[in-house]
């Protein structure tokens, strides 16, 4: 099978479109905080990380990119193996470890599936407009005061807080401190058109407000830090 085959690009977009689908899962889903939704999200990267395996097996060209960051997700995850043994409570340890080997393996996939511009390209999108999303909601529960998390009620200790689908403002403003630099790269430096670069511009600043409703100092500091290194 010669490199760049249909198939190959076919189970490419397929392992994206099923890591796209976990992170929009998880975020429109309480942030993945009952188990049984978070399964959703679990059992599909765990088919994207199938996928990938018949992708090794079926494109004899498939290379492993191993550049330096790799070691040290690696090497993240075998020291909170390790040190999971040592927890006074080793079940709740064991939970954290599986969490980390599910974000260790998200990784890998991403960095060996993701690369094709084309791919990378429509779920870099998706991500953005996953943003947006939250980013908008979560807006709305400042100007309408709620405290109402999807059909929840916000926990009072985020009183004057908004987190979107987070329970947790905070977190809303780590995921959105993650997205917001990418979605301003899109609008300043993206090959796009004029419309693809006004949107994402129109996300970034979405996704700022975002961040500001949340109340979080450490988000707030984090957007200042990562719009500045732009």
């Known amino acids: 099978m010669r490199s760049g085959s249909a198939f190959d690009k076919l189970l490419e977009r397929l392992v994206g479109g099923l890591l796209l689908f976990a992170v929009a899962w998880l975020t429109f889903w309480f942030a993945g905080v009952n188990p049984r939704e978070s399964g959703v999200a679990f059992a599909a990267i765990g088919v994207a990380a199938v996928l990938w395996g018949v992708r ?38 064991l939970q954290e470890v599986f969490l980390i ?98 949107v994402a511009g129109y996300a970034a600043l979405m996704m700022l407000g975002g961040i500001a409703v949340t109340m979080s100092r450490g988000g707030w500091l984090g957007a200042a830090a990562a719009v500045a290194t732009i």
């Not at 807080?161 to 609008?187: C, D, E, I, K, M």
């Open 56 to 93: 090794i097996w079926a494109e004899p060209s498939h290379r492993f990119l191993l550049p330096p960051v790799t070691w040290a997700v690696a090497a993240f995850f075998l020291y909170a193996a390790w040190r999971s043994h040592r927890a006074p409570v080793p079940y709740w340890a």
């Open 101 to 198: 080997a599910v974000c260790a393996l998200t990784f890998f996939i991403s960095l060996h599936n993701l690369h094709r511009q084309e791919t990378a390209g429509w779920v870099v999108n998706g991500l953005l407009a996953t943003g947006l999303l939250v980013a908008a909601y979560a807006t709305i529960q400042c100007v309408q005061n709620s405290q109402k998390v999807l059909w929840a009620t916000q926990p009072a200790l985020y009183y004057k807080r908004f987190g979107g689908t987070f329970v947790n403002p905070t977190h809303l403003a780590a995921f959105l401190t993650l997205l917001s630099p990418l979605a301003l790269s899109q609008a300043l430096l993206g090959r796009g058109g004029a419309v693809p670069r006004i």
